[in-house]
């Protein structure tokens, strides 16, 4: 129904409802059942156990579930149970993860649903507004967020801040008249108030015609429910190597059992060797570390005031070229805050920050004394008299309920010294004509304790020029001259070229007694006190961010709805706009087609005036680009790019419902900053998974290559398959997660982003793997061959030379894959999970060597001096041999 169309009574009879009492909390009940609870739905959730299965689907983990099987259909059982514990964990470790993710994200849902005033059986009573029905009265107030779909049947000076659902940044001025249009797109109801916008001015009393998914709000929800989400670099990569890993660990596992039995090996053993080849070559633990990798920065971004909704969001962040960032509260506090006053053609500074009711007073770098400054101490006196907003204390943070205009007038008296206590002894109040857009001006008319009566107005400067007869100049009243005119027009200007926002305070006194009966007899033969100039200033640490940012090769850009000379302004001070970069409004988008912005997007550092249309064809021309996009965003109408960005980046604080679901990272502090750390993360997360990649398959190349090479040369099995799945088990386990938990290396963002079709084995990895893992084999086998010749009837010493070089080999080759240069160029100590779980590693080798009872089983025994310093020896080799000619190479 058109209830915009409608006059109050014909709702109220359609809702049946009543606007005196309000329904009963029977009726209110009975349409709950009927509509449901008034939220959002967020789609069919999975079960707790289809969650946990659903982990075991990857590809790579099915096929070593039926390696599991065949081993433990040959008898290998401590392989077996070694590889389904492995898949165990890591199936638990992505399902808490995941449930973690959601419960975080739910429990930020709940912290922002709003509370709301509803009229039940008579009585106004707080409750939560998931509980509000269709019918429902509710009443609301500067600062309350509208909890429902509402027709306003009772305003006063009401304004709604609709940026969340329409993308206008000003306020709405409200009616409850009936609108005659039919077909009005949603700014366009003024006599309706919408789930989830903000009162900014004023109060009102609706009555609730759509709760839920039927509110403007669920609308869009409903829509981004069905979108489809791309899939992230990081998948694509471990799809294409787990592919990659698979064919060739059977096709040389193949190759080696062919050899082996073309040798005079009987088939028995080779096949059992083969398939024990088989489960060492697939790197088994690879998923397990990649989803302890994702946690644990998951981990460190909650820490860093960040909720990651999808795991493998952080590594996309990380290979971010482009960040596309709102301005208002992620580049800038959110805080409007008076910097400048102008008053008898002086300019004073404003210190302090945000709205800390604390700072001090410049003329240049001279202090001023506000005592001794007449006009300023009126000036600032007068804000705080015709103003609504409170300033409170929660923790340290300060916060105002009421417009951030007023709130910005409030806190520069406050740093004045002067208090509301203080005033209202002063000053009675004795009328108001509240803000009207069309008058662009309030008013109060006061009275002190000496019974003079004031009247006190603030509003637009220009507007109050034309209403002042007088000007105080140099503390004294002049006439309103036309040369007096140009300078406070002038001043305007000057303060509106730094992008602030000015507003002008002027004052009359009037007989005491005298009757002030509308606002046209109170706002004229003014005299003009001077201008506070506002703005809401950038966050300090941001400007560090964007530069490191830059360093590393990603753009940042602004978009915002705001002025262009506000915007130009901010971007200047934080160093995104360049005197190289463009800056595009709204009107010359509106004239591009998404090939036309292609063209020039790359230039563009700050699109202003923008609408939720303009940052999809953003979004859409700079991935066209090949940009991997970020983008952050808190409304409603920011939800389509954020769904469409590579990564969406939703606001914690001021973020709706629907922004958060469609995004895939939530900043609880709405800080660029936190981005920046996001970022790093990211990139470190990726370096780590290259560097145990690396380090495994170096490892697993070795194994089958030692065994390769020792069947092709007709030599006896250098290793038996216990001892095979002994070495993978020591070595791909707790060392590869270890180097999971690596810190980021100093250049990590100093680099640029890698490409996103960068494959897995790019900047020289694939080399390395083979390289080190020919090494790895070879050196196995030479110390494997010296110690059988040395004994030729001793078979089982020769096999655990080369199983404990083989292991050694491996653990002194995991301290060479924490830096792409080489393995002195990283203190070893720097990381002390690797080297405790080396030392844990090198203990479990030991036990199977020394301990009597499991010498049999694993083809062991003790092995002497001479020959643990043969070990030790060929294990040095593959990883000193590479950095000697890497030091070699770096010293010409």
């Known amino acids: 129904m058109k209830f915009h ?34 939220e959002l739905e967020e789609g069919e959730k999975q079960s707790a156990l289809i969650l946990f299965f659903s982990q075991f689907k990857d590809f790579m983990v099915l096929v070593l579930l039926a390696a599991t099987l065949i081993s433990g259909l040959l008898g290998e059982y401590i392989d077996a149970i070694a590889i389904i514990a492995i898949v165990i964990i890591n199936g638990f470790l992505g399902f808490f993860q995941e449930r973690k993710a959601e419960r975080s994200l739910h429990a930020l849902k709940e912290l922002s649903a709003p509370q709301v005033y509803v009229l039940r059986d008579g009585n106004w009573i707080k409750t939560a507004s998931r509980e509000v029905v269709p019918g429902d009265i509710l009443r609301f107030t500067s600062g309350d967020r509208i909890g429902a779909d509402v027709r306003l049947i009772e305003i006063n000076s009401l304004e709604i801040e609709e940026s969340a659902l329409t993308g206008e940044s000003l306020p709405v001025q409200k009616t409850d008249n009936k609108l005659q249009e039919e077909n009005l797109g949603l700014g366009d109801m003024q006599n309706m108030a919408f789930m989830g916008t903000m009162v900014t001015r004023g109060s009102g009393v609706g009555v609730v015609v759509g709760t839920g998914m039927k509110t403007a709000m669920g609308q869009i929800a409903d829509l981004l429910q069905n979108a489809e989400t791309m899939e992230t670099p990081l998948q694509r990569r471990l799809e294409q190597l787990g592919k990659i890993l698979i064919t060739a660990a059977l096709l040389l596992t193949v190759l080696v059992v062919i050899a082996g039995v073309f040798g005079g090996h009987d088939l028995y053993t080779m096949f059992l060797a083969g398939v024990s080849l088989a489960v060492a070559a697939i790197p088994e633990g690879l998923p397990a570390i990649v989803t302890v990798a994702l946690s ?29 960032s709102d301005k208002t509260g992620t580049l800038t506090q959110n805080k409007m805050t008076v910097t400048h006053l102008w008053s008898g053609g002086e300019v004073s500074q404003v210190g302090g920050v945000g709205y800390e009711p604390r700072g001090e007073f410049y003329r240049g770098d001279h202090k001023v004394s506000i005592k001794e400054e007449k006009a300023l101490q009126q000036m600032l006196m007068f804000g705080m008299l015709c103003n609504h907003s409170e300033i409170t204390q929660k923790g340290s943070e ?28 002063q000053f009675e109040l004795v009328k108001e004509f509240p803000f009207d857009s069309a008058r662009k001006m309030m008013s109060v008319v006061v009275k002190d ?38 300078k406070v027009k002038d001043a305007i200007e000057g303060l509106a070229s730094q992008a602030l926002r000015t507003i002008a305070i002027a004052y009359r006194e009037v007989s005491p007694g005298t009757l002030i009966l509308d606002e046209r007899e109170a706002e004229k033969d003014l005299t003009f006190i001077g201008l506070q100039g506002m703005i809401d200033p950038p966050r300090p640490e941001v400007k560090h961010a964007v530069k490191e940012c830059k360093e590393a090769g990603i753009k940042t850009v602004m978009i915002t709805g705001d002025h262009i000379i506000t915007a130009k302004a901010i971007a200047k ?141 007709a030599l006896p099995l250098p290793l038996v398959p216990i001892q095979i799945l002994w070495v993978n088990l020591v070595t791909d386990g707790l060392p590869a997660m270890a180097l999971g938990l690596d ?42 061959i010296i110690s059988y010749n040395e004994n030729p009837n001793d078979l089982i010493h020769a096999q655990t030379v080369a199983f404990a070089t083989l292991v050694l080999a491996q653990l002194i080759h995991v301290f060479d894959c924490r830096s792409e240069k ?71």
């Open 296 to 324: 644990l920065g998951v981990q460190r971004m909650i820490k860093q005031k960040a909720i990651v909704r999808k795991l493998p969001a952080v590594e996309t962040l990380g290979c971010a070229s482009v960040i596309c």
């Open 743 to 784: 810190k980021p290396e100093e250049n990590v963002m100093k680099r640029g982003p890698r490409s996103p079709k960068e494959g897995v084995f790019a900047r020289g990895l694939g080399w390395k793997v083979i390289s080190r893992g020919f090494l790895i084999g070879t050196s196995t086998l030479l110390a494997f």
């Open 822 to 892: 080489s393995v002195f160029s990283r203190n070893p100590f720097g990381n002390m999970y690797l080297v405790w779980a080396v030392i844990s590693s090198l203990a479990l080798m030991l036990v199977v060597m020394y301990y009597p009872p499991l010498q049999p089983i694993f083809h062991t025994v003790p092995l002497a001096l001479r020959d643990w310093l043969l070990v030790i020896g060929f294990a040095s080799i593959p990883t000193f041999l590479l950095a000697g000619s890497f030091l070699a190479s770096k010293n010409k």
């Open 449 to 486: 304790t000496n019974g003079r009566q004031f009247i006190v107005t603030k509003g637009a400067p220009d507007v109050l020029i034309s209403k002042s007869e007088s000007i105080l100049w140099e503390n004294r009243r002049q006439f309103m001259s036309r040369d007096m005119e140009g």
């Open 398 to 425: 300060y916060v105002i309920d009421g417009d951030p205009t007023e709130g910005a007038l409030l806190v520069s008296a406050l740093k004045a010294g002067f208090t509301r206590d203080q005033l209202h002894k």
């Open 573 to 713: 001070q934080l160093g995104i706009l360049t005197p190289k970069s463009k800056v595009l409004d709204g009107n010359a988008l509106n004239e591009m087609s998404v090939e036309d912005l292609e063209e020039v997007v790359d230039d563009v550092s700050v699109f202003a005036r923008v609408s939720p249309e303009h940052k999809l064809k953003i979004v859409k021309a700079l991935q066209s680009r090949g940009h991997i996009v970020a983008m952050t965003g808190d409304g409603v109408n920011d939800a389509p790019a954020i769904k469409a960005a590579d990564i969406g980046v939703a606001m914690g604080i001021t973020g709706t419902d629907v922004a958060k679901e469609a995004s895939a990272l939530v900043l609880l502090d709405d800080n660029f900053a936190t981005i920046k750390a996001a970022i790093k993360e990211g990139r470190n997360i990726y370096e780590n998974i290259r560097k145990f990649i690396r380090y495994l398959l170096a490892s697993n190349v070795g194994e089958i290559l030692v065994m390769l090479f020792a069947m092709l040369l």
């Open 5 to 38: 169309g409608m006059e109050k009574k014909e709702v109220e009879k359609a809702l049946n409802t009543d606007y005196m009492v309000g329904l009963s909390e029977a009726d209110a009940v009975n349409r709950i059942k009927q509509h449901g609870f008034n």
